[in-house]
């Protein structure tokens, strides 16, 4: 079964352009309970299965159920069965004789596939495309046609190097600039028009056949129920031969069982642990276990004040900043009394009045002023100075510092020496100062937010999704600012590629 579990791979630059659209949490978190997830989808529903048949090559085949629900589709295997849910928008991939779970937003699957099109695009020496001498295998692996069949996700206009033909007996061939591509065999079966388009949706996302194919399937009547094609395998053409036989319809639960429990921390990566301590750190802090609760603006105020009193620019600044961050600018308005003057708010005052005077909070900043400017490099050395000096210190509010200092070294630019050792390095410590900045304050949406778009970044949509879902879910309505541009991101895959969702 092909898994939705994604890889590591090189740094991209993370574009969005998209009016602004209301931030919305997920329907469930990617913490959630079975039994969680079971009660967001509701009662029974009629399934039409199928069964069906996979054979790569010469290798035995796979065989597999293939259940159609109203707004789901189920895949079901030897050892583990895929639920993508188009009403909850969600991927669960089960491992039932471990009796674990995951859940994944859908957004990742098109998400990851726009990034990984440009990024095997790019790439001199794309993973998979083999050893062979003359090079031929490395350049069908940055073929456009095989990477987006590979991946469902077609950039540009319909090809115009894919010939469709009428086969007889309900078969339509397919060749590409000449060469035989596709034979297919259709049927007409009675399936409801919900099921069917959820059908094509089993095949945009699972079966590897060129889009421009799929969509000339989807427009026709019958089913396709026998399917030769071929496919990019191990950096080399293979083919693909696909059955699929009718099994009937049932009437059953959400194929879910509620008594599964979400996998362990340890499913996301090997080779990167602290990934799972933090994610499985923002689970707790979503349903609610982690031993301290968001911060108050009392609670804020009053170690503004007592940073203030201390006569502490750096920590004044750190502390306000972090209040700002969590409940918005305005939450200044609430400058207690006691440190109100007829100008304004003491402690604002004494950030204003101590920059330019007071060294570490002049480095702060002038550091984040020089990394707006474009001052990459400056901007670095400045805020790497506060930062030793707030873990010195374990100054309060140096969570806030620790994510200043990771945006500038998340940047997906190359240093100005041009080293892409440094560049991933940079981003190795990024992740780390992310860490670092979310232990010190779980409740802040900007943090999760901007972890996210780093692991996006780096082509680890997986966590990226769960990063930004868990943040979505923080308390306090302010919180949901902080993921516009994901909102945005969300917004846009819809739009172009709705091929991957069902259309309300």
């Given at each position: 079964?092909?898994?939705?579990?994604?890889?590591?791979?090189?740094?991209?630059?993370?574009?969005?352009?998209?009016?602004?659209?209301?931030?919305?949490?997920?329907?469930?978190?990617?913490?959630?309970?079975?039994?969680?997830?079971?009660?967001?989808?509701?009662?029974?529903?009629?399934?039409?299965?199928?069964?069906?048949?996979?054979?790569?090559?010469?290798?035995?085949?796979?065989?597999?159920?293939?259940?159609?629900?109203?707004?789901?589709?189920?895949?079901?295997?030897?050892?583990?069965?895929?639920?993508?849910?188009?009403?909850?928008?969600?991927?669960?991939?089960?491992?039932?004789?471990?009796?674990?779970?995951?859940?994944?937003?859908?957004?990742?699957?098109?998400?990851?596939?726009?990034?990984?099109?440009?990024?095997?695009?790019?790439?001199?020496?794309?993973?998979?495309?083999?050893?062979?001498?003359?090079?031929?295998?490395?350049?069908?692996?940055?073929?456009?046609?095989?990477?987006?069949?590979?991946?469902?996700?077609?950039?540009?206009?319909?090809?115009?190097?894919?010939?469709?033909?009428?086969?007889?007996?309900?078969?339509?061939?397919?060749?590409?600039?000449?060469?035989?591509?596709?034979?297919?065999?259709?049927?007409?079966?009675?399936?409801?028009?919900?099921?069917?388009?959820?059908?094509?949706?089993?095949?945009?996302?699972?079966?590897?056949?060129?889009?421009?194919?799929?969509?000339?399937?989807?427009?026709?009547?019958?089913?396709?129920?026998?399917?030769?094609?071929?496919?990019?395998?191990?950096?080399?053409?293979?083919?693909?031969?696909?059955?699929?036989?009718?099994?009937?319809?049932?009437?059953?639960?959400?194929?879910?069982?509620?008594?599964?429990?979400?996998?362990?921390?340890?499913?996301?990566?090997?080779?990167?642990?602290?990934?799972?301590?933090?994610?499985?750190?923002?689970?707790?802090?979503?349903?609610?276990?982690?031993?301290?609760?968001?911060?108050?603006?009392?609670?804020?105020?009053?170690?503004?004040?007592?940073?203030?009193?201390?006569?502490?620019?750096?920590?004044?600044?750190?502390?306000?900043?972090?209040?700002?961050?969590?409940?918005?600018?305005?939450?200044?308005?609430?400058?207690?009394?006691?440190?109100?003057?007829?100008?304004?708010?003491?402690?604002?005052?004494?950030?204003?009045?101590?920059?330019?005077?007071?060294?570490?909070?002049?480095?702060?900043?002038?550091?984040?002023?020089?990394?707006?400017?474009?001052?990459?490099?400056?901007?670095?050395?400045?805020?790497?100075?506060?930062?030793?000096?707030?873990?010195?210190?374990?100054?309060?509010?140096?969570?806030?510092?620790?994510?200043?200092?990771?945006?500038?070294?998340?940047?997906?630019?190359?240093?100005?020496?041009?080293?892409?050792?440094?560049?991933?390095?940079?981003?190795?410590?990024?992740?780390?100062?992310?860490?670092?900045?979310?232990?010190?304050?779980?409740?802040?949406?900007?943090?999760?937010?901007?972890?996210?778009?780093?692991?996006?970044?780096?082509?680890?949509?997986?966590?990226?999704?769960?990063?930004?879902?868990?943040?979505?879910?923080?308390?306090?309505?302010?919180q949901r600012h902080a993921f516009q541009t994901i909102d945005e991101l969300e917004a846009r895959l819809r739009a172009d590629y709705p091929q991957f969702f069902l259309q309300p």
């Amino acid at each position: 079964m092909r898994s939705l579990r994604l890889p590591v791979g090189v740094a991209i630059i993370f574009l969005l352009s998209l009016p602004a659209v209301r931030a919305e949490a997920p329907a469930v978190s990617p913490a959630a309970g079975a039994t969680e997830i079971v009660a967001a989808r509701g009662g029974d529903a009629d399934e039409w299965r199928f069964d069906v048949e996979i054979r790569d090559g010469d290798a035995p085949a796979d065989e597999a159920e293939l259940a159609l629900g109203p707004d789901y589709f189920r895949l079901t295997d030897a050892a583990r069965s895929m639920i993508v849910d188009f009403r909850l928008l969600r991927v669960i991939e089960i491992d039932r004789a471990a009796r674990r779970f995951t859940n994944r937003s859908l957004y990742l699957f098109p998400g990851f596939g726009e990034l990984q099109y440009f990024a095997r695009l790019s790439k001199a020496n794309p993973p998979g495309a083999g050893t062979g001498s003359d090079g031929a295998a490395a350049e069908v692996a940055k073929d456009p046609f095989w990477i987006e069949a590979d991946l469902g996700i077609r950039k540009d206009a319909p090809r115009t190097d894919l010939v469709f033909a009428d086969g007889g007996d309900g078969t339509m061939t397919v060749t590409r600039s000449g060469k035989p591509y596709a034979t297919i065999r259709g049927e007409v079966v009675d399936l409801p028009a919900d099921r069917r388009a959820v059908l094509f949706r089993y095949f945009r996302f699972l079966s590897e056949l060129h889009p421009n194919v799929i969509d000339a399937l989807e427009k026709g009547a019958a089913l396709p129920v026998a399917l030769d094609y071929r496919v990019l395998k191990d950096g080399d053409i293979a083919r693909r031969q696909v059955r699929l036989r009718a099994a009937g319809r049932v009437t059953t639960p959400y194929p879910l069982d509620p008594a599964l429990r979400p996998a362990d921390e340890g499913h996301y990566t090997n080779d990167v642990p602290a990934i799972d301590d933090l994610v499985g750190m923002m689970a707790k802090v979503a349903r609610g276990d982690w031993p301290t609760g968001p911060l108050s603006p009392d609670d804020y105020w009053r170690e503004v004040e007592r940073q203030f009193k201390d006569e502490n620019a750096l920590g004044t600044f750190l502390n306000v900043q972090g209040m700002a961050m969590q409940y918005g600018a305005t939450v200044l308005d609430g400058c207690p009394k006691s440190l109100r003057k007829p100008d304004g708010c003491a402690p604002v005052l004494f950030i204003r009045d101590q920059s330019g005077t007071d060294r570490l909070l002049t480095l702060a900043i002038g550091g984040t002023r020089a990394e707006v400017e474009g001052k990459q490099e400056a901007g670095l050395k400045a805020m790497g100075i506060v930062v030793n000096e707030v873990e010195s210190r374990d100054l309060p509010g140096g969570y806030v510092a620790q994510a200043l200092y990771a945006n500038m070294l998340a940047r997906p630019t190359l240093p100005e020496n041009g080293s892409m050792t440094l560049l991933r390095e940079r981003q190795e410590e990024a992740f780390e100062r992310f860490r670092k900045a979310i232990a010190g304050n779980p409740y802040i949406g900007f943090f999760y937010r901007d972890l996210g778009k780093l692991l996006f970044n780096q082509l680890r949509a997986d966590v990226a999704w769960d990063v930004w879902d868990f943040g979505r879910l923080l308390p306090g309505s302010y919180q949901r600012h902080a993921f516009q541009t994901i909102d945005e991101l969300e917004a846009r895959l819809r739009a172009d590629y709705p091929q991957f969702f069902l259309q309300p």
